[in-house]
């Protein structure tokens, strides 16, 4: 199905973010805003990555400090956390657009901190799989009311800029995860340093709550619910005053618009445009994580293990991946200024899709030789390159902006819906894949991802330097056929 828009009429000059002008100051109050929000997405990337450090000593025999896990149960333990995320996502949406984007992250905070806990503390693989699913419940809830309240303060030029913050500070959380794995296991030689690599993220949970208490709730939404007077007040203490007038027109046209509208629900999906959008994003979700980014992300030391590695030279070597994906995150919220949001995606994934063709080559073509190993670790990392810089940067802001704002947060949890479960889908199969297939598993990401430029190619839309309800006008008026 393609939902493709035109592109802008005038291509913004340098040091301009997209909409053909300079980009205002981003006032030093929504950058603090940004900072606390966007601690959710450190936590998405911390419990997200920690699993790969953590998996090698569960492993081990429970006489050892472990769980003894086997590839099956290590599958399980992995995805019970992107189980979880995929049901959060659809749960957080419904409570972000009921209640508030605010609310909603606080309480997110809370699961965020009790699973963190629980899951340090599990005696067996039973509680640890309920401890990480109710983690997973706060990953998911995160994953699709963090970026849509940063989209929902941002004003339209610097919406790239500030919403990628969210996807730079979720490979910062996994970057701290392998590095704190990696410190933890030349520290301790028992089998119980996984406890401690789990329980970390406690700290951040409590800022993150913390943290809320001073943010204000998102101006859109509050507009969404009447509440005109409040969210002009917030939005005149994040924005400079030339630009408050025209985008409170724009707000309060698009509430009035939706005005006497019954709540937003499921039903809105026979309307066709929006039912268009909603599959677009859905199937934009599902193959983001057909990339197979986190058989990376979360398998990597089993991978590394794979090619001859030792257990702490792999958590060590891991940290390259941590390291890589930070900046190549940083080097995306650069381009997003300068560079098209579609060009950039399809950029991305032809080269991952080279990379993961080239990582399967060296398993199946190369002796089990230091060069392999060294030959994988390089093909990761050019993988994490494509996939961060460009693909993920992308996607989290695409869909943070294409809905519609009266069911936003329902649309954009339904697409993250996706985004889990297929992510669940393939960290549950990769480790008996792995250990049945070797590396010829990512022969398959490949084939897959060639279909996948295919489809970007077609359907992609352009999004760049407009508006949150300029979007909704344009696709309204585009996909209603």
Same mark, same amino acid.
């Given at each position: ?194 406890? #401690? ?18 943010? /204000?709730?998102? /101006?859109? #939404? ?43 629900? #499921? ?215």
């Amino acid at each position: 199905m393609a939902v493709r828009a035109d592109k802008p009429k005038a291509s913004a000059p340098a040091g301009a973010d997209g909409a053909g002008r300079t980009s205002p100051t981003v006032s030093r109050r929504l950058r603090v805003m940004t900072v606390i929000a966007t601690l959710g997405g450190l936590l998405f990337g911390y419990d997200t990555g920690v699993i790969s450090g953590a998996l090698p000593f569960m492993s081990r025999a429970a006489e050892e400090g472990g769980l003894g896990l086997t590839p099956v149960t290590e599958g399980v333990v992995a995805s019970s956390l992107v189980l979880g995320a995929a049901f959060g996502a659809v749960l957080g949406g419904r409570l972000a657009d009921r209640y508030g984007r605010k609310r909603t992250i606080l309480g997110l905070a809370a699961l965020f901190l009790i699973g963190a806990l629980g899951a340090g503390l599990a005696p067996d693989v039973t509680v640890m799989v309920l401890f990480r699913v109710l983690l997973g419940l706060a990953v998911g809830g995160a994953s699709a009311t963090v970026p849509v309240f940063i989209a929902e303060l941002a004003p339209a030029e610097m919406r790239g800029r500030l919403v990628t913050q969210n996807e730079l500070m979720i490979v910062v959380g996994q970057l701290l995860a392998y590095s704190s794995n990696a410190a933890i296991a030349h520290t301790s030689e028992s089998g119980g340093a996984w406890r #401690w690599m789990l329980a970390l993220s406690a700290i951040p949970a409590v800022l993150l709550w913390c943290g809320m208490l001073f943010v /204000p709730e998102s /101006p859109r #939404w509050l507009a969404s619910r009447g509440r005109l007077d409040e969210a002009a007040g917030i939005l005149a203490r994040v924005r400079d005053s030339h630009a408050l007038e025209a985008e409170l027109a724009e707000i309060r046209g698009r509430a009035a618009a939706d005005a006497g509208k019954a709540g937003a629900g #499921w039903r809105d999906l026979r309307t066709p445009w929006i039912r268009r959008l909603v599959v677009f994003g859905f199937a934009l979700a599902v193959l983001t994580q057909l990339t197979g980014v986190n058989s990376i992300m979360y398998f990597a030391p089993t991978i590394l293990l794979d090619t001859g590695l030792g257990t702490q030279a792999a958590l060590t070597a891991t940290i390259a991946n941590g390291v890589v994906a930070v900046l190549a995150v940083a080097t995306g919220m650069w381009l997003l200024g300068r560079v098209g949001r579609r060009p950039m995606l399809l950029v991305g994934q032809v080269g991952v899709t080279v990379s993961l063709v080239l990582i399967a080559v060296c398993f199946l073509a190369l002796p089990d030789t230091p060069v392999r190993t060294y030959l994988v670790l390089a093909f990761m990392l050019t993988f994490l390159l494509f996939m961060q810089g460009c693909v993920a940067t992308v996607f989290w802001l695409m869909l943070s902006a294409i809905f519609p704002l009266r069911l936003r947060g329902i649309a954009m949890g339904t697409a993250v819906f996706g985004t889990w479960m297929a992510n669940f889908t393939v960290t549950l199969l990769f480790p008996p894949l792995m250990a049945a297939m070797g590396g010829a598993v990512f022969l398959i990401f490949g084939v897959i991802n060639l279909g996948t430029c295919v489809f970007y190619r077609r359907a992609v839309p352009e999004t760049r330097g407009r508006s949150m309800e300029a979007l909704e006008a344009h696709f309204r008026r585009e996909l209603a056929a």
